[in-house]
């Protein structure tokens, strides 16, 4: 009987060497995959640019607030 590990790894055998025939579908899950992870790093990268606006903005609010 075959364990859990045995079957991922013949699926993942299987699954590479059905790409490997077909290696424009292989292009593109890798384009893919790069554009996913290019995708959340510039997510990333915006939410903190928004958090630094963010506290920039409250502390110009409260230089404000306190001049009158």
Known sequence: M???T???GATARSLVTSLATT???L???VFNLFYIAFS???Q???GKRFID???TWERLVE???ACK
Do not use: H
């Open 2 to 4: 075959a364990g859990v």
């Open 6 to 8: 045995e079957e991922a």
């Open 23 to 25: 290696p424009m579908i």
């Open 27 to 29: 292009a593109l899950v």
């Open 40 to 42: 959340t790093w510039l």
């Open 44 to 46: 990333i990268e915006q």
């Open 53 to 55: 606006n963010q506290a």
């Open 63 to 65: 230089k404000a607030m």
